[in-house]
Nanobody, 121 residues
Framework: QVQLVESGGGLVQPGESLRLSCAAS????????MGWYRQAPGKQRELVASIISGGTTNYADSVKGRFNISKDNAKNTVYLQMNSLKPEDTAVYYCNALLRVGKLSPITGHWGQGTQVTVSS
């Protein structure tokens, strides 16, 4: 069993910052990539940022220059530093991991339970 546990969401005012964390635990052989997605009410889930095992990152255009994704391999944890938050960043943020549970296992995708981020004055 693999678990992804997110933390760090909350209510902030426009222009403020938040840092999300996501820790993966359980039967993990290797992690190929981790990322953050978000889903606002009435909208589809969208990719916010991702980071692969080699460290290459990818960001949605709407968050470039404001958000930064990083990881701690020793802790199987990924972080999302969100600066200059805007009301349109309001959403449930989900952590995703692409990993193998064994050396010969296929890569499988796993989701966290989500954490609410609300940006409002």
């Amino acid at each position: 069993q693999v678990q992804l546990v997110e933390s760090g969401g909350g209510l902030v005012q426009p222009g403020e910052s938040l840092r999300l964390s996501c820790a993966a635990s359980g039967s993990i052989f290797s992690i190929n990539a981790m990322g953050w997605y978000r889903q606002a009410p009435g909208k589809q889930r969208e990719l916010v940022a991702s980071i692969i095992s080699g460290g290459t990152t990818n960001y949605a255009d709407s968050v470039k220059g404001r958000f930064n994704i990083s990881k701690d391999n020793a802790k199987n944890t990924v972080y999302l530093q969100m600066n200059s938050l805007k009301p349109e960043d309001t959403a449930v943020y989900y952590c995703n991991a692409l990993l193998r549970v064994g050396k010969l296992s296929p890569i499988t995708g796993h989701w966290g339970q989500g954490t609410q981020v609300t940006v409002s004055s």
